[in-house]
């Protein structure tokens, strides 16, 4: 028996209203797109949601005491709350420049986290 969702596609800033026809844990159509990457988004969002997280660390002897941060890639959506408990307990010393590895391969997800600013 097909069932049905609704999700908005976030690609782009038109917003596309998605409708989604789904058979189980498959989507078998998508509607209400815009343009073709809509489908492959809704796919996606439905069977394994990613995200890039972005936050801030710790950081001693600079300006400022938070570092701003990133992954280097999309991380499963289910385990940001890992991720960010081990975020919890990293603590840079300045300098820091901007794009260094501040934490491999976090939460096993083989993602590094990168510094985004550069701070002295
Ligand atoms: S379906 Fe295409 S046009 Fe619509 S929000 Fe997504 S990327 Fe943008």
Redesign the pocket.
Request: hydrophobic share 40%; proline share 5%.
């Given at each position: 028996m097909s069932t049905t969702a609704n999700l908005t596609?976030?690609?782009?800033?038109?917003?596309?209203n998605?409708e989604l026809v789904l058979d189980g844990n498959r989507v078998v159509q998508v509607s209400g797109?815009?343009?073709?990457?809509?489908p492959a988004?809704a796919e996606k969002e439905f069977i394994n949601p990613t995200r890039v997280l972005t936050t801030t660390v710790k950081i001693e002897g600079a300006r400022v005491s938070r570092l701003p941060v990133k992954t280097d890639g999309e991380i499963p959506k289910s385990i940001l709350f890992d991720c960010m408990r081990e975020l919890s307990e990293v603590k840079m010393k300045a300098p820091v420049k901007n794009g260094e590895i501040i934490l491999k391969n976090v939460a096993g997800t083989g993602v590094n986290v990168v510094a985004t600013r550069s701070l002295t």
């Amino acid at each position: 028996m097909s069932t049905t969702a609704n999700l908005t596609c976030i690609l782009c800033p038109m917003s596309c209203n998605l409708e989604l026809v789904l058979d189980g844990n498959r989507v078998v159509q998508v509607s209400g797109n815009s343009c073709k990457l809509g489908p492959a988004y809704a796919e996606k969002e439905f069977i394994n949601p990613t995200r890039v997280l972005t936050t801030t660390v710790k950081i001693e002897g600079a300006r400022v005491s938070r570092l701003p941060v990133k992954t280097d890639g999309e991380i499963p959506k289910s385990i940001l709350f890992d991720c960010m408990r081990e975020l919890s307990e990293v603590k840079m010393k300045a300098p820091v420049k901007n794009g260094e590895i501040i934490l491999k391969n976090v939460a096993g997800t083989g993602v590094n986290v990168v510094a985004t600013r550069s701070l002295t």
